[in-house]
């Protein structure tokens, strides 16, 4: 018997939305039966190079479709809360790239939202897919790291302030932030996966914003160029987070977690532990795999009922909360409670 498929449509085909169709069409579980996007010359490029039967330049018409089960949503930040919920309220299930949406309340909406459809939505967490985070995860759910109580989580650029198509990425009503929403979220997220996604009780943070004059003038750029925080969770875990568009530090990314066991550091992956009172430090060589293939994957395995959601729509709101704590914690110089 032929296993069955999901038919998917994607929204948005920027850089994410190309990787998100490159996952489909290498991916066993899905057909991709249509792509959306407002720019004509994008949407005939990419449609054409992947035979992609039916193009739109109006989602809601893609979403018409009956024979659509589930939607990729690569769109501005902005529009991931509206853009969504037509997806859900069409019947179909979301997968949304990050961040989830622009603050915890949009996100809390869109969890409800899924719930009352009984339709799924994930966020496109794709580092949580990578074979690293995957290990580590394997490491962690073994206890092999023992009680895991320290997180680091760092996306810093020297120079790196993206614009995006009409300047969204830099204002504050579309992009809900600047470095902490759009690539602080990134480890952030993954770290805290890592660590089992305790609860956050508090956050204590400040983002800047220092590079007003690498963007010109004539754009709004209303948002933080970097950013930092320390998270604490409910059971007394810490992490630290750190992320800049703009900064005198060298590009890099830091994924660190620390147990009463053991340690691991993701970029470049290493674990260490001890034994027999001596420190050792161990490379796993792991085979390499296309993160966002796994993570297309895992959405239509999700949607098939061969697998649980590995992002979690909630686990999305909690997200958004830390984020929203970090702002406010940022602007009355003061530690933020989370309930
Ligand atoms: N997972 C990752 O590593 C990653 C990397 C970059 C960006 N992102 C996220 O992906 C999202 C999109 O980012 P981007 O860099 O592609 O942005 P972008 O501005 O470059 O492109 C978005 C695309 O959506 C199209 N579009 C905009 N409004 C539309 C609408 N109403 N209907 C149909 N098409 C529409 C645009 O024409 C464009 O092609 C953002 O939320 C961003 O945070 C994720």
Redesign the pocket.
């Known amino acids: 018997m032929k296993a069955k498929k999901v038919k998917v449509g994607i929204?948005?085909?920027?850089?994410?939305?190309?990787?998100h169709l490159k996952g489909y069409v290498a991916a066993k579980e899905a057909e991709l039966v249509a792509v959306?996007?407002?720019?004509e010359k994008?949407?005939a490029e990419q449609a054409d190079t992947y035979k992609i039967p039916e193009r739109?330049?109006?989602?809601k018409e893609m979403l018409a479709r009956a024979d659509i089960e589930a939607v990729s949503?690569?769109?501005?930040?902005f529009?991931?809360k509206p853009?969504s919920a037509d997806v859900l309220n069409a019947g179909k299930h979301a997968f949304?790239?990050?961040?989830p949406t622009l603050n915890a309340r949009e996100a809390a909406e869109l969890a409800a939202l899924s719930r009352k459809k009984r339709k799924l939505l994930l966020y496109?967490?794709?580092?949580r897919f990578s074979p690293e985070a995957q290990y580590v995860r394997r490491l962690v759910d073994r206890g092999e790291l023992g009680e895991v109580y320290f997180g680091k989580a760092g996306y810093i650029r020297t120079r790196g302030i993206?614009i995006?198509?009409?300047g969204?990425?830099v204002d504050k009503k579309r992009?809900g932030g600047g470095a902490l929403?759009?690539i602080g979220?990134?480890p952030l997220d993954c770290v805290w996966w890592l660590m089992g996604s305790p609860k956050p009780v508090s956050v204590l943070g400040r983002a800047y914003q220092k590079f007003r004059h690498a963007v010109r003038k004539d754009i709004t750029f209303d948002v933080d160029d970097s950013a930092f925080a320390m998270i604490r969770f409910e059971n007394d875990a810490t992490l630290m987070l750190e992320c800049s568009w703009a900064l005198f530090r060298e590009s890099r990314g830091i994924r660190e977690i620390a147990g009463t066991k053991g340690g691991v550091n993701l970029s470049p992956l290493s674990v260490l532990s001890e034994r027999d009172g001596v420190m050792l430090t161990t490379t796993p060589q792991l085979k390499k795999a296309n993160a966002?293939e796994g993570e297309v994957r895992h959405f239509c395995r999700c949607v098939l009922g061969q697998e649980k959601p590995i992002p979690t729509a909630e686990q999305g709101v909690t997200l958004m909360k830390m984020l929203d704590a970090v702002y406010q914690s940022s602007q009355t110089g003061k530690e933020v409670r989370i309930r």
Do not use: M, S
Request: a negative charge; one cysteine or more.
């Open positions: 929204i948005g085909l920027g850089w994410p939305g190309r990787e959306c996007d407002k720019n994008l949407l739109y330049t109006d989602h949503v690569c769109l501005p930040n529009l991931h853009i949304c790239e990050k961040p496109a967490f794709v580092q993206p995006g198509a009409g969204w990425f992009a929403i759009d979220v990134h966002f």
